[in-house]
């Protein structure tokens, strides 16, 4: 049976000597033979293991990052991120905070990017700019801009395999670091210029410090607070956790209270006014530090703060209780700007249909075509675990807890367009896998082992197109477009892609009619692109190219142009080019 090392009986009481730090979950030692021979060679491989884990991350994250265009929304991003360095202005994309921008703009402060100071042009002109306008250089700006959230995705490989050795020993961290660093979407949407991994993964850093401050509270509540602060900074969508984070705060002054004070008053001591006054205490102090640190995102913006607020939501509660909220101006109107959006309707695009506005069951969809197999199942023995191990619930605390505040969010919001918005959920439960390893079953170690190199077969086979990954159940990446789509399959990533084919194989000079959805520039990388719905239809000849995102509406404009043909190449799994005589 596993141990629980908090220092605490089974009465809630506390042990006279104090635990050593950090708290653990630990496996004994005593098991099977082949299991106590690969622990006690463990301390020596394991610094290489986490090496070699992240080293092939890497990999995939600066291939990608490398070969891919821009996708939708990172030109919004760039943009900001120069606009941040050069002009100190907040007034673009005040939609989303600034932090995971300031990330992005350490790499742009070596880009030497031309972007003369324009109020009048929107965010998405600004970063077409940055990009695309004379004398800047695309690949290379987006290199610098994708390299540093490379780098924090590299990072929080770390916490995750530090969090689950905390939980469950070195074992159960490499195991958890395994799931973390071949997650397809993690890969994917780690080498963007985007915020939705580093939401993640502060949130992650966040639930490990409170859990570290279970035992040392002084030393680890203001370094959760900071990590908390920093997901406010990054994502609105980090808000909702508040209470959950301010919760774990007090319960810090529970879990270490006085000896004295837990032997007067035995199971009920965290109900006496100073253990009480404590925990309030705890709270505010990282509800402050979280506040603090939203406010120096903005600072170091603009120290003056200049913003014009630009939403424009009628007044009612929503807008009332966002006023009160102690949080900079920009960031209040950016909730507004949010919730405008939330009141919009999107389209939606799951197992073959196209529907308007929201179905709760879309994203438990997506994540079932996106997630690798025996992720899946290492995810469902890791809830059960963590729910079923009495000895683990204080566990779930700090990873089911959250990941169900913030699913059930999700379930509810208005759009129906990619896993992306789940993407903590391979982040903390990644972590939580590694509660399968306190079963001392002997068959245990070795299933949870061959399923974690099944993930890793299946993320390595879709190197490196991580972006279309569909597990093998629904096709592989290849047939990923025929389920889901939008940043699921293709968010515009493969345009260089394809005018690198295009090159390789002399076809450069060559018109290509174009039919896609992305923010690139065709010409940029050496694509002759026309458009087949301004030229008449007889003279829709040679080159014919189309994306995942339109091949539906082409096989129903042009079904005697490419419906029955087979393409002379798939780029990607997002570009189907045809030769139509």
Known sequence: MLVLSTGESDNGTTSGNPPAEPATVDIPVAGPEPARNWR????????LLVLVLLGQMALGMVTAAREQSPTADEPVYVGAAVDYLQHRDLRLNPEHPPLAKLVSATGLAFADVQLPHDTRSGQWQVGDRALYGPGNDADRVLWLARLPMVVLTLLFGLVVFAFARDLFGTGGGLVALALYSFSPDVIAHGSLATNDVPLAGFLLTTMWLLWRARRHPLRYLPLAGLAYGCALATKMTALPLLPVVLLLAALAAWSSRNPGVAGRSGRWAWLDRRTLLRGVGYALGVGLIATVTVWLSYLVVDPALRYTPVADFEPGLKKLLV???????????????????????????????????NR????????????????????????????????????????????????????????????????????????????????????????????????????????????????????????????LNDSNVDWGQDLARLGDYLAEHGLSDERVFLIWKGRGHPDYYGINAADPAKVPRDQVRGLFAVSAMRIDGARQSYPDLIQGREPIAVIGHTFWLYRIP
């Open 40 to 47: 006690r060679h463990l301390p020596r491989l394991w610094p």
């Open 323 to 357: 006023s009160l909220l102690p949080l900079p101006e920009p960031y209040r109107d950016g909730m507004l700007i949010q919730f405008g959006f939330e009141s919009q309707t999107y389209g939606g695009y799951l197992f073959g249909e196209r529907f308007l506005g």
């Open 360 to 483: 709760w069951y879309y994203l438990p969809a997506a994540l079932l075509v996106k997630t690798p197999l025996g992720m899946i199942a290492l995810w469902l023995g890791a809830v059960a675990t963590l729910l079923a191990v009495r000895r683990l619930r204080p566990v779930a605390l700090y990873l089911l807890l959250p990941l169900g505040l913030l699913l059930t969010v999700a379930l509810t919001g208005s759009r129906s367009l990619g896993s992306r918005y789940a993407i903590w959920l391979p982040v903390f439960l990644a972590v939580g896998a590694a509660a399968l390893l306190v079963y001392r079953r002997r068959w245990v170690l070795p299933v949870v082992l061959a399923l974690v190199a099944f993930v890793g077969v299946s993320s390595l086979r879709a190197f490196p197109y991580y972006l279309p990954y569909g597990n093998e159940a629904f096709g592989g990446p290849a047939n990923t477009y025929r389920h």
